[in-house]
């Protein structure tokens, strides 16, 4: 299978391009070499490539940053989004595009709607969110108006080794190993009162793959593990694990303007579809994590 990971650079194109190697696709990896805000780039790599799959990860992901630059995230989440599906229409009408959306667009969910399906109501709670929103939007028009084959994933969060220390697993993780060394007694932290539905990098790509193959175009599907976990239990075992005894002080600066208070999704949709569920225990990724921090920075 030829493929092409767009986003290829990135937390989670690093592990599907090792996943698809691993199954013997042919895929290649575009990144800063690909502008998908460009529709000419993006015609280049399509006409050069050929793929019979476009992996749709190139995106501005992080929440907080969506405050301060909501345009920005609009340009490349939903232009390049657009720019990507066009130029596949045009190049290789046939492929499947599988769109790296997000559970961000469920927005704020009382405890008693959880587990979140697919058919819940969208009300995106930040400009990130928004931006995955309308990108769905341009989706779901290709497929209805020209029968393009589009399927949209919306992974809830995910962590493993690889991933940017912006994000808050990572964050806790590289605080600790820093107060370790320094011998500190205490790291600042955001808002650690939320849920959140957490599933292995490894487990969300293999759900990828799946996609590709038995997704069925226009189709909307969960990557979520089922459970929520507390950020201040994930926390605390990462002090436990690290740190014993550093206190995690509550910084005002690291909130964000709003915070969605719990996250969990089922994954019944795409385990019916595509066999999948998730494998790898939470606790194997923390430490995996943290194995993964421990060597970055030692090559620091």
């Given at each position: 299978?030829?493929?092409?990971?767009?986003?290829?650079?990135?937390?989670?194109?690093?592990?599907?391009?090792?996943?698809?190697?691993?199954?013997?696709?042919?895929?290649?990896?575009?990144?800063?070499?690909?502008?998908?805000?460009?529709?000419?780039s993006v015609l280049e790599v399509l006409e050069r490539t050929r793929p019979e799959v476009i992996y749709h990860l190139a995106a501005l992901t992080h929440v907080g940053d969506s405050?301060?630059?909501?345009?920005?995230?609009?340009?490349?989440?939903?232009?390049?989004?657009?720019?990507?599906?066009?130029?596949?229409?045009?190049?290789?009408?046939?492929?499947?595009?599988?769109?790296?959306?997000?559970?961000?667009?469920?927005?704020?969910?009382r405890e008693e709607e959880l587990p979140i399906h697919e058919t819940f109501r969208v009300a995106p709670a930040n400009p990130y969110a928004s931006s995955k929103v309308e990108a769905e939007h341009v989706a779901h028009d290709s497929h209805r108006m020209w029968g393009q084959r589009v399927v949209i994933a919306r992974p809830f969060n995910h962590v493993g080794p690889g991933q940017s220390v912006q994000f808050v697993v990572p964050a806790l993780v590289d605080r600790?190993?820093?107060?370790?060394?320094?011998?500190?007694?205490?790291?600042?932290?955001?808002?650690?009162?939320?849920r959140r539905d957490f599933s292995d990098v490894r487990d969300v790509v293999r759900a990828y793959r799946l996609l590709d193959?038995?997704?069925?175009?226009?189709?909307?599907?969960?990557?979520?593990?089922?459970?929520?976990?507390?950020?201040?239990?994930?926390?605390?075992?990462?002090?436990?694990?690290?740190?014993?005894?550093?206190?995690?002080?509550?910084?005002?600066?690291?909130?964000?303007?709003?915070?969605?208070p719990v996250m969990r999704g089922s994954f019944d949709k795409i385990h019916e579809v595509c066999g999948w569920e998730p494998t790898i225990p939470l606790a194997t990724s923390l430490r995996d994590v943290i194995e993964d921090l421990r060597q970055r920075r030692a090559a620091r």
């Open positions: 299978m030829r493929a092409l990971v767009t986003g290829a650079n990135g937390f989670v194109g690093r592990h599907l391009l090792a996943h698809l190697a691993q199954y013997g696709d042919s895929a290649t990896g575009v990144d800063r070499d690909c502008d998908v805000t460009d529709s000419s405050w301060k630059n909501p345009v920005e995230f609009t340009r490349v989440n939903v232009i390049g989004t657009k720019n990507v599906l066009d130029a596949a229409r045009a190049v290789v009408p046939d492929a499947t595009v599988v769109l790296v959306s997000s559970a961000d667009v469920y927005g704020i969910v600790l190993l820093e107060a370790l060394e320094t011998g500190a007694d205490e790291i600042s932290v955001g808002d650690l009162s939320t193959q038995y997704g069925v175009a226009g189709e909307v599907y969960n990557v979520a593990s089922g459970h929520d976990v507390g950020l201040d239990d994930i926390a605390a075992q990462l002090v436990e694990s690290i740190a014993p005894g550093v206190r995690l002080v509550r910084e005002e600066s690291l909130l964000r303007p709003v915070e969605v």
